[in-house]
């Protein structure tokens, strides 16, 4: 039984059916979850257009222009019009039951889903928790009197807002601040922080924040959103002395587990939080070997991509007890989700893209590696052929005890196809002498890993 049918729980049950095991979904609304229809694709749906035509004017003689409109009818395409219909035919040819209703925990291996007719489920072997999460909101006075968006009417809205304001300089806000600016919006970006994405390198949001300014985006670093009132239709945030009018805002200020509602109390565990789980993603805490949470519900690594790695650890994980095989849950062992720890990839689909993967600098120094690091431009055959005035970043983390990378960062136009490069080296755990030997095709922007490789050996 898995609670919750985005692309986590999907993963999950068709794992566990793949090996010879039977598997329903429980899902309260569109089977595919946040992802597929509030989140990564229409979020990129709306990203796409205007970094294709940002591209071509990077190039001599040309010229683009496109229709907002357009954009939102591609928008509503990718999402077939927030219909789950294809989905559900998908997981049932898949082999999958799904079962509509909110679900809840209500004792060991059992499942009740609330609906006109509540019914009770039994599992065999395993009950999986994939809720995702739920967007935050954070204590500014008069937030709860105005109308706001969160991501989710963001990647929904049907109109362009001719002013938005965005709260929040992570991805969600760099993403739709972009977005918005290149449909038409006036932009005023407020970030509380020193910079953006502050997860990332720090010459990453500083490259964000000079794009985005570039084209126009009104970013306040080091700014608090002191109060929120309604102005007419409008809404009116207080930036300290200064009051600017909008006529939507986005609250763009972090998610949290969606596990309060879930039933876990049944079991003796505190809602509301992120649940604990080992790396094949049993449950701490829960007897029996039969409750296991993956993705954001799990507090370990919020991405989707690496949500749905956890649910494949756990779908084989769960079919292995059920078979009676030996799970393997050593370091990068088959049942493992190592990665969770040391390899989590993250793109953020700005323009420049952000792409990074592992340790940051000052993360692999917090945990006790002596590192070093090699930052330099992008700035290469294939990044000068890509666009005129191809502005790139590039750093990579070497553990200069084993001789490997455990963080690398692109920063810069088309990059987030080269992670997945990176993700190997670290993953593989690649020896720098050894790395030297893999040579990039020329002229691509790839040629950047040579330039690194030069400099860390200088």
Known sequence: MVI?????????????????????????????????????????????????????????????????????????????????AGQVEWAEGAGMAVVRGHGRISGERTVTVDGPDPITLTARHAVVVSTGSVAVTPPVPGLDTVRTWTSRDATSAKEVPPRLGV???????????????????????????????????????????????????DVRLDTGLDGVAAEGDAIALRLGAETVVVDELLVATGRRPASADVGVDAVGLEPGGALAVDDSGLVEGVDGQWLYAAGDVTGRAPLTHQGKYAARIAGGA???????????????????????HVAVTQVVFTDPEVAWVGRTAAAAREAG?????????????????????????????VDEARGVLVGVTFVGQDVAEMLHSATIAVVGEVPLPRLWHAVPAYPTISEVWLRLLEAYRS
């Open 318 to 340: 769960i079919a292995a007890r059920a078979a009676g095989r030996p799970v393997d849950t050593s370091p990068w062992g088959e049942h493992s989700a190592t990665a969770d």
């Open 4 to 84: 919750g049918g985005g692309p986590v729980g999907e993963n999950a049950a068709d794992y566990a059916v793949r090996a010879g095991l039977s598997a329903a979904i429980v899902e309260s609304e569109l089977l595919g979850g946040e992802c597929s229809y509030w989140a990564c694709m229409p979020s990129k749906a709306l990203l796409r257009t205007g970094h294709a035509a940002a591209a071509l004017r990077r190039l001599p003689g040309t010229t683009a222009e496109f229709d907002p409109r357009a954009v939102l009818a591609r928008r509503d395409a990718i999402t077939h019009d927030w219909d789950d």
């Open 167 to 217: 709260l929040g300089g992570g991805v969600v806000g760099c993403e739709m601040a972009q977005a918005f600016q290149r449909l038409g919006s006036q932009v005023v970006l407020v970030q509380r922080g020193p910079r953006l994405l502050a997860g990332a390198e720090p010459f990453a949001g500083e490259m964000v924040a000079a794009a985005l300014r570039q084209e126009g985006v």
């Open 369 to 397: 590696i002596d590192v070093r690091v090699v930052e330099l431009p992008i700035a290469v055959a294939g990044s000068s052929l890509h666009a005129d005035g191809y502005e790139g970043r590039a750093s990579m983390v």
